[in-house]
């Protein structure tokens, strides 16, 4: 291992930057809890040594830091320092979206880049990373689709919206699409939003991604869904006729190594899945937020999220049912949070959402 001499804690992770006793700058990262419980620290430490291997060594790839040395006893991976480049949310949120539109378009390419890179090498991946202790790929395929086949209908009858006939349908056969990706089966680091992305601010953005602790080989499109429905630390990210189409970015950087996504239907019916999926796992909050106070913004969140997945399914001219449903949901929250009756069109792409 190495000798490290200099640390400062990057709060609030579990990750520290230091120095060695030649001088060299190293990110340090340690086991710790987790606000995602699924699954235990040694799990995710091990699942991110692994994959940051795969990439950098099996594929070649460099998208993400390197390890550099690992104790995985003692629970500590030594990686690859990627400053000057920082966060893409934090420069966000100070600038706004217009100054950083080149970054946020390097963003969406990177996450196109990890899918097109990896896809079809699933088997290799999972041949490391059971080296390191056991791992459930289907698990990591299925994400939250399992949960949403068994949850989604009361979810939705609880707000007053049945789900039956063609909506019923509609939403079976986006879950199949999910469930068996086909070609479109792909490596995601489990977290694809901007506070997982490190930028370059002097230049162009060489983007880099991180956070690999839930990693897996899912729907590639899972990792698109961040660029059309506001992830946690946001309130909207819809487009506008100033940016760069993102979304569009992404798709060609996919196409690259899976050129199923050039069709229109594949891709458009894969996207509003992911979308709508994304959008109805998140309902799942709905009780904790009931106990909010009236303006916390998270309630208008979730209808916005709503929303944007409808939004996405209509751009793509796939699934109209469940946008129709999700549009549904949306006008059951905002009656039954009015603090939440939130004006979606006057939300500016990647407004912040208030802690």
């Known amino acids: 291992?190495?000798?490290?001499?200099?640390?400062?804690?990057?709060?609030?992770?579990?990750?520290?930057?230091?120095?060695?006793?030649?001088?060299?700058?190293?990110?340090?990262?340690?086991?710790?809890?987790?606000?995602?419980?699924?699954?235990?620290?040694?799990?995710?430490l091990r699942t991110e040594v692994a994959a940051l291997r795969f990439l950098?060594?099996?594929?070649?790839?460099?998208?993400a830091p390197r390890v550099l040395a690992e104790d995985l006893r003692a629970e500590r991976v030594i990686l690859q320092d990627l400053a000057p480049r920082v966060a893409l949310d934090g420069l966000l949120r100070r600038d706004g979206?217009?100054?950083?539109?080149?970054?946020?378009?390097?963003?969406?390419?990177?996450?196109?880049?990890?899918?097109?890179?990896?896809?079809?090498?699933?088997?290799?991946?999972?041949?490391?990373?059971?080296?390191?202790g056991p791992v459930d790929p289907e698990a990591d395929r299925l994400g939250h689709v399992?949960?949403?086949?068994?949850?989604?209908?009361?979810?939705a009858e609880a707000l007053g919206v049945p789900l039956?006939?063609?909506?019923?349908?509609?939403?079976a056969r986006a879950l199949d699409v999910l469930a068996d990706?086909?070609?479109f089966l792909a490596l995601s680091n489990g977290d694809p939003e901007t506070n997982n992305v490190l930028v370059r601010t002097d230049g162009p953005a060489d983007a880099r991604l991180i956070d690999f602790e839930f990693t897996g080989f899912t729907h590639a499109l899972h990792d698109?869904?961040?660029?059309?429905?506001?992830?946690?630390?946001?309130?909207?990210?819809?487009?506008?006729?100033t940016l760069p189409q993102v979304g569009d970015v992404y798709r060609r950087?996919?196409?690259?190594?899976?050129?199923?996504?050039?069709?229109?239907?594949?891709?458009?019916?894969?996207?509003?899945?992911?979308?709508?999926?994304?959008?109805?796992?998140?309902?799942s909050r709905r009780h904790r937020l009931d106990g909010r106070p009236a303006g916390d913004d998270s309630r208008a969140q979730l209808v916005t999220s709503l929303e944007a997945a409808a939004s996405a399914a209509r751009e793509h001219r796939a699934l109209p049912y469940l946008a129709g449903l999700c549009l549904h949901l949306a006008e059951a929250l905002r009656r039954r949070w009015p603090d939440a009756d939130v004006d979606t069109a006057a939300l500016a792409p990647y407004t912040p959402r208030r802690r």
């Open 97 to 132: 979206v217009v100054a950083h539109a080149p970054r946020l378009e390097a963003f969406a390419r990177a996450r196109g880049e990890l899918g097109a890179v990896t896809a079809g090498h699933a088997e290799l991946y999972y041949r490391r990373r059971h080296l390191l």
């Open 56 to 63: 950098a060594d099996d594929l070649s790839v460099d998208l």
């Open 164 to 171: 039956t006939g063609a909506v019923e349908r509609e939403l």
């Open 146 to 155: 399992t949960r949403l086949r068994r949850e989604s209908s009361s979810q």
């Open 1 to 44: 291992m190495l000798n490290l001499v200099e640390w400062t804690r990057l709060e609030p992770w579990r990750v520290a930057r230091a120095r060695t006793d030649r001088g060299e700058s190293v990110i340090v990262k340690w086991a710790g809890p987790h606000v995602d419980g699924r699954h235990t620290d040694a799990w995710r």
């Open 181 to 183: 990706p086909g070609p």
């Open 253 to 283: 950087a996919l196409a690259v190594g899976v050129p199923q996504a050039e069709d229109d239907r594949l891709y458009g019916t894969a996207l509003a899945a992911a979308c709508v999926a994304f959008a109805l796992a998140r309902l």
């Open 224 to 241: 698109a869904v961040c660029l059309y429905v506001p992830g946690p630390a946001w309130m909207w990210v819809g487009g506008s006729a």
